[in-house]
Nanobody
Framework: QVQVVESGGGLVQAGGSLRLSCAAS???????MGWYRQAPGKQRELVAR???????NYLDSVKDRFTISRDNAMNTVFLQMNTLKPEDTAAYFC???????????WGQGTQVTVSS
């Protein structure tokens, strides 16, 4: 059974930093790992993703502030978030995509709240 577990959310003041972590278990090979976020009343949006070859993609509004990285051996992905803004407030969801089946597995979400 595949499990995806996030950690690291919380409350921070604007300009501060947080680091999100996400660990996947029960999955042999992963192609992409990443983070989506969803704020109240808004659609879920892709924040960042990283492929097994290290290629990354970022939402324009977080470029130069957020950095995604992964530990392939541990099936873990990290999101370092710096210079946080109130508009970054959202529930952040980690996902992993299995190489063999293409299926995506999701974590339960972790709340990030940035106060002004």
């Amino acid at each position: 059974q595949v499990q995806v577990v996030e950690s690291g959310g919380g409350l921070v003041q604007a300009g501060g930093s947080l680091r999100l972590s996400c660990a996947a278990s029960g999955i042999v090979a992963i192609t992409a790992m990443g983070w989506y976020r969803q704020a109240p009343g808004k659609q879920r949006e892709l924040v960042a993703r990283i492929f097994s070859d290290g290629t990354t993609n970022y939402l324009d509004s977080v470029k130069d502030r957020f950095t995604i990285s992964r530990d392939n051996a541990m099936n873990t992905v990290f999101l370092q978030m710096n210079t946080l803004k109130p508009e970054d407030t959202a529930a952040y969801f980690c996902y992993v995509r299995a190489l063999r089946t293409g299926m995506a597995y999701w974590g339960q979400g972790t709340q990030v709240t940035v106060s002004s």
